[in-house]
Structures are given as C-alpha cells and as structure tokens.
C-alpha cells in the first residue's frame, strides 16, 4: 500500500462489473475500502472479499476520504453526489474530501459538478474507466483523469490503487470524460463493424471460427473484435456491456459533436444499429447482439449455446 494511503478510506459507489473490479483491486493493494449498492447479493459478494459494504449513501460519505462513483450515466451521479433530497455526498463527505466521477457523461457536466462540491471544500477527479470487466476485476482497466493538482495530490495515490494505468490529462475537469467520449466512439464502431463483418462473411459461406481465428492474425483485427466476437461464436449474449449501453454512450458522443457542428456519420450510423437492436427486443442484451440485426434481414442462423435447441 503506498504510504499516502495509510489510514485513509476508499468509498466506492457501485458494485457492478466495473466498481466491484475497482474496490477488490484497491482491496487487494491494501486500501481500506467500503463498497455501496442497493443491491445486498453485490454487497455480500464484497464482503466475502474482506470489504466492508453498505446501502447507506450517508453512512458511507461519513466514513471516507475519497468517493469512486462508478455508476450507469450521468443521472446516477448527480444523484449520488447531490441527490434530490439533498443527501447526497456532496453533504455527508469532510472538506477536504475527494470525489472520483467514473461514468462516460456529456464533458460538459464535470465543470458543472465541481463548482458545486467546491462550495463544500470537496475537490472532484474527473476519472471515466475503460477496459471492460476483465480488466477491472485483475486491477488492469485504464483510467482518464482530469482535475486540479490539489485533488490528485488528495486522491491520485487511491485512484493509482485501482487501475493498472492512469492518465493524467490536465488540471480541468471535463478533459478526462472528453477523452473518454472519443474512446467511445471507437469502440462503439469497432463493435458494431465486427458485427457487419461478422455477419458478411457467414452469409458468404465462410466458417465463423475459423474467419474470427484468420481476422484475430490479420490486419483487420481490433480489439473489441478480438474481444466480443466470441461471444458470438459461443451464443453467448449474457451482458458484460449491453447495448443500451452504446446507444447512450453514442448519444453523447452524437450530442457533443452536434454541439462543435462536427459530422460523425460513421458513429450515427453505429448508433442505428444499437437502436435497430433494442427495437429487435436485444437492448439489454451483450452489445455484440447487434449481429442479430444482420441475422434477421439476411436470414442467417447465428452459433446456439451450448445446450440450446
């Protein structure tokens, strides 16, 4: 543990497959860590880990000296931080506390959420996460931080004892979630062409194992191909990031973009096929789900699980 933690508290808000993937790894690396979600199965789970872990926004703000909120959009965290009743962290965390907003939000609410905590003396790390539930639960996933020098010099070495690479992009919030927006982009894409290019070649006639195994060895690989192809190939739709998701997360990058008059036909494109998805009834499925969509116009049996009829 580094000695700038030593007898600190990490509150983390959000036990899904990201923030539980935080607070074990902060766990792991000797922060004393305290997780919070409504749910009890996610807050056992932590436990079992050695965690502590609560439902209660008010007891956990009173305990802690930096926050990680890692919840599903921007809603979420203005709810946690303020909250409608107005108890939200913003009135249970010490002057001198740190909040480290972790969900992909609009750029331009992180200002907005600074200048409010700041009239409590609570700094704010603009801090979204990338690299998926894998990532997150071996301490690997990639963090895009952005915030004044007196918050990192709070928080930075909790933050450090989350992730496996953490950038430091400036002393303004907002740059991190703008990096954040254009990762995004990518990789919204890239799902969605795999998809394409997924469902192109079992229409021509080619063997999807073996055409995942030639493009994984090739040039046209990425990453998100590489990654969520599989779970095509094993029929396996369980969500690990769900199509909604991507319909969101484009949507701020479609929102931003209009704002800049910045054409981004390829990601509008995209986003039509998450929203053909959902229509489909696939929303709440895996992302890569958007094959179905090419399956259904082309007539093409996609892999079954193993055990399916």
Same mark, same amino acid.
């Given at each position: 543990m580094s000695e700038s933690n030593q007898g600190k508290v990490l509150g983390v808000v959000g036990l899904g497959s990201m923030g539980f993937g935080a607070a074990a790894t902060a766990l792991r690396n000797g922060v004393s860590v305290i997780g919070l979600d409504t749910r009890a199965e996610a807050r056992d789970r932590f436990t079992a880990?050695?965690? $502590?872990?609560t439902a209660s926004l008010a007891e956990l703000g009173a305990q802690c000296d930096a926050v990680v909120v890692l919840v599903v +959009?921007?809603?979420?965290? *203005? *709810?946690?931080?303020?909250? %409608?009743? /107005?108890? /939200?962290l913003a009135a249970?965390?010490? =002057?001198? @506390?740190?909040?480290?907003?972790?969900?992909?939000?609009? =750029?331009?609410? =992180?200002?907005?959420?600074?200048? $409010?905590?700041?009239?409590?003396?609570?700094?704010?790390?603009?801090?979204?996460? %990338?690299g998926g539930a894998t990532k997150a639960a071996d301490g690997q996933m990639t963090v895009m931080a952005s915030g004044k020098a007196q918050a990192f010099e709070a928080a930075g070495a909790m933050l450090d004892a989350i992730a496996g690479k953490v950038y430091r992009l400036g002393d303004k919030v907002g740059i991190? %979630?703008?990096?954040?927006?254009? +990762?995004?982009?990518?990789?919204?894409?890239?799902?969605?062409?795999?998809?394409? @290019?997924?469902?192109?070649?079992?229409?021509?006639?080619?063997?999807p194992t073996a055409l995942y195994e030639v493009i994984c060895n090739?040039?046209?690989?990425?990453?998100?191909?590489?990654?969520?192809?599989?779970?095509?190939?094993?029929?396996?739709?369980? =969500?690990?990031?769900?199509? +909604?998701?991507?319909?969101?997360?484009?949507?701020?990058?479609?929102? @931003?973009?209009?704002?800049?008059?910045?054409?981004?036909?390829?990601?509008?494109?995209?986003q039509q096929l998450y929203l053909a998805a959902a229509a489909a009834g696939h929303g709440a499925e895996d992302d890569s789900a958007v094959i179905k969509v090419y399956a259904q116009l082309a007539g093409l049996e996609l892999p079954k699980a193993d055990g399916a009829g």
């Open positions: 880990l050695g965690g $502590r872990a +959009n921007a809603a979420q965290t *203005e *709810e946690v931080l303020f909250g %409608s009743d /107005g108890a /939200g249970t965390l010490r =002057p001198g @506390a740190t909040v480290i907003a972790s969900a992909t939000v609009d =750029p331009t609410l =992180p200002p907005a959420w600074e200048a $409010r905590l700041a009239e409590r003396g609570i700094w704010l790390i603009d801090a979204p996460v %990338s991190g %979630s703008t990096v954040k927006m254009v +990762n995004q982009h990518l990789a919204g894409v890239h799902i969605a062409t795999a998809c394409e @290019a997924m469902a192109l070649g079992m229409r021509a006639g080619a063997d090739s040039a046209g690989m990425s990453w998100m191909f590489q990654n969520r192809v599989p779970h095509i190939l094993k029929g396996d739709y369980t =969500p690990l990031s769900a199509v +909604n998701i991507f319909i969101k997360d484009l949507g701020i990058v479609l929102d @931003a973009a209009r704002k800049l008059q910045f054409p981004l036909p390829l990601a509008a494109a995209a």
